[in-house]
């Protein structure tokens, strides 16, 4: 076998389709992907994940603003840092702010785009190769460890399991983020109705921007909750 041949196979691989899953299977991993964000327990332990999006959005939206990235820090209480170097005011901050509470549920969306186009294989190898770059950019032990547990499963599922185990991981996954979305914001609206998170990113923003915090907060809603629907029509193909 020349090496055309195996790019050419690794390319179909990749960027093929796949069959659609049954509605059974979508229906049971929206409920699994639910029973992850729900309970306070399990979210305590799930939110991790919801942080690593959190803060690989305002990573790239900081990027693509044109400005530095200094690194990503992930704790273990589930909060995260990413510092950037650029200008303190104006559009690139201002988006780079406001990526992070959106960035799961934005990322869910083109989740379920790719997988409504049936490209499964695609949507995992595309997921394993940010946090591939993402870690790159941690500078704690705890922040990495969560980062490469991340990327195993996703290694793991891609070169390992057969389509149906492929397909309800993708399909799982993205659930995950279009449900996990939502939570934070409502935990934010919460902190803060009690006097919590005075430097949150909706704060910053209302600093930034001359809008209130509530403004930013009722982005966060819509977005995840916009994301919520239009992601489940295409999951479930409607």
Partial sequence: MDNSTTATDLWNRIFGTQPHPSTWLVACTALVALAAVGPYGVWRVTRNA??????GGHALVALLSGRTLDGIRLHSDTSGLTVSRGR?????????????Y?????LGLAGAWLLAAGHITALLWGATALLAAMLVMIRNAYGALTVVLAGGAFVAVSWLAGP???AAFAYGVVWFLLLGGIRPAFELQRKRRHGGAPDSDADQLARLTNLPAVVWLVLFHIVSLTSLTGGGRWLFGL
């Fill in 50 to 55: 919801v942080t690593i999006a959190h803060e």
């Fill in 88 to 100: 303190p005011t104006g559009p690139g901050m201002i988006l780079t702010a406001a990526a992070g």
């Fill in 102 to 106: 959106t960035a799961p549920s934005l």
């Fill in 164 to 166: 149906a185990v492929q």
